[in-house]
């Protein structure tokens, strides 16, 4: 689709691009190209580990559960922490080949890439009895689709002339249509659940997360959907939801939690950089990276300020009540670990590592980072002693050394990479851990893993200029140049 937005799109991508590759040929003081190579390796056998366990045991289902070498069919899960209205014949939609495809190019493997494009374009659907996270699906599957699509249609990825005539990206268009009803509400707030195959659910909940609602996710993807396939409707839909979450929010500029999507009322008002708003502020300035928006860069621009005044204390976010800015919460959840790496993208390095610096402490005290740590009490929260194997501090870490060429940040993921292959390597892959006062393990490779956290670690110590940064974060939007050309 072409026109001066996606040309400014264009621009601010190429930008970005030329700034990292530039970043990437600059030498890393105080590491040994030897070095270099043995951890790039290291990681390269920690994808494949997790990839080929995933294709032997668990492909075409969602994800891998490595201890028993099964399988979980897992979307309609996510999101789901009470379980709820779990579908009764859904079989899978091959979730974690969806999230690797961009990883497959980034390590090079594009014959694998080719097999996994073919097969996804004869075999999957979403004509399926099952109801999703909107969020979840949107940034997991949509977004994959979308940057496997691009990447398919470029003329590096190699793909056998002829074979790929745009099939994943009648699958992203047919998921995307599948979400608009979700819009469909007085407010323009999207429902948090929507069923594949019929829509939103007679009773379904009204409430949903600031994350999940608006966050500029939406508006990557669907923007991105609307641009390849010339149809409005998404980037349409999203933006208008977006800008009514704005509306919301305090004087202070802070948006709370959660909310109802029919009345627009809030119902959880204190807020921070964590689960449930995270996503609102790392996106947003990613959709201003992508399509050049000033509109977005206001938002993005009054939210950071209003963090840094009302969450910070020191080198640490606490929450506070939108409407007083008065802190009520002191804690850190592994998801605010995404903020240092955020920082950078706005400059802000004294700060994003000063912040970085407290997260790999308390990753270094336990080995993995906690879900939630108590900053007021110096203990972990009683329940939610797990390590999902989640990637924001590894991708963090990339951004800081990316900006710094700091070697201690070449440390610090090479501690990272010693840790998850010491506690969460098992003969059938990686296994989350239930508990990192013990390090029991948990049944369960999240699909993540191989799109981001194997990706964030192997781009700290890749030599190549030539490979593209690959975090779904990121690496969906920077997929995104070519097709915004």
Known sequence: MAGAGSAAASRSWLLLVLLLLSAFAAPAAGLGSAKKVYMREKVRKMFYHAYENYMVHAFPHDEL????????????????????????????????????????VVLGNYTEFERGVLWLSDN????????????????????GLVSAHILATDSKSRLEHGLYKNQLLDLARDLGQRFLPAFETPTGLPYAW?????????????ETSTSGCASGSLILEMGALSRLTGDPRFQAAALRALRKLWSMRSPLNLLGTTLDVVTGDWIEYSSGVGAGVDSFYEYLIKAYILFGNDEFWDMFHSSYLAVQKYFRHGPWYHEADMRTGKATYWQLTSLQAFWPGLQILVGDI??????????????????????????????????????PLRPELAESTFYLYQATRDPWYMEVGETIINSLNYYTRVDGGFASVRDVTTMELEDHQHSFFLSETTMSLLLRVTLCQSEVPGMRNFQRLTFLLTGLQ
């Open 194 to 206: 929507i069923n594949l195959k019929y829509g939103v659910m007679e009773d379904e909940t009204t």
């Open 65 to 104: 559960k490595p201890l028993t070498k099964t399988f979980t069919d897992s979307l309609s899960e996510l999101g789901n922490l009470k379980l709820e209205r779990l579908p009764q014949n859904y079989n899978g939609s091959a979730l974690t080949l969806v999230e690797s495809l961009s990883s497959l």
């Open 124 to 143: 999957l659907t979403f004509d399926v009895d099952a109801r999703v996270n909107l969020f979840e699906c949107n940034i997991r599957v949509l977004g």
């Open 350 to 387: 004294a700060a994003a590592n000063s912040s970085h610096r407290e997260f790999f402490y308390v990753w270094d005290k336990f080995g993995v980072l906690p879900e939630r740590y108590l900053l007021d009490h110096g203990m972990l929260h009683p329940t939610e002693k797990y390590y």
